[in-house]
């Protein structure tokens, strides 16, 4: 129960956060916060393994809900996500040319 409450919420903003940097790599940072944004909204609204937002919330959690969500499943998720992030942001950063993008 203590992983549902402390540690998941966690994981999963640190993630997103990863997330958010490596979008503002691609596309503008106001994008991706918006990407970011919208993954959460819908994540209120819709009860989905595949909404990442579901498993930082105790009541969508299976051992409350019969169709929730399991937390070996989120922490995957998340984890997966985390290292996808790094991974490819640090390939995108070393060929990012930080001088010809301040001038836009």
Do not use: H, W
Not at 55 to 71: C, I, K
Not at 82 to 93: C, E, K, R
């Amino acid at each position: 129960m203590n992983l549902e409450l402390f540690l998941l919420p966690f994981l999963l903003i640190t993630s997103v956060g990863l997330m958010q940097m490596f979008l503002s790599l691609i596309i503008r940072p106001l994008y991706s916060y918006c990407v970011s944004v919208t993954v959460m909204l819908a994540s209120t609204y819709y009860l989905n393994f595949l909404m990442l937002g579901n498993y930082a919330m105790m009541l969508r959690s299976s051992r409350v809900v019969t169709n929730g969500v399991y937390v070996f499943t989120g922490l995957v998720y998340i984890l997966i996500l985390a290292i996808v992030s790094i991974i490819s942001g640090l390939l995108l950063f070393r060929r990012y040319d930080i001088l010809n993008k301040e001038q836009d």
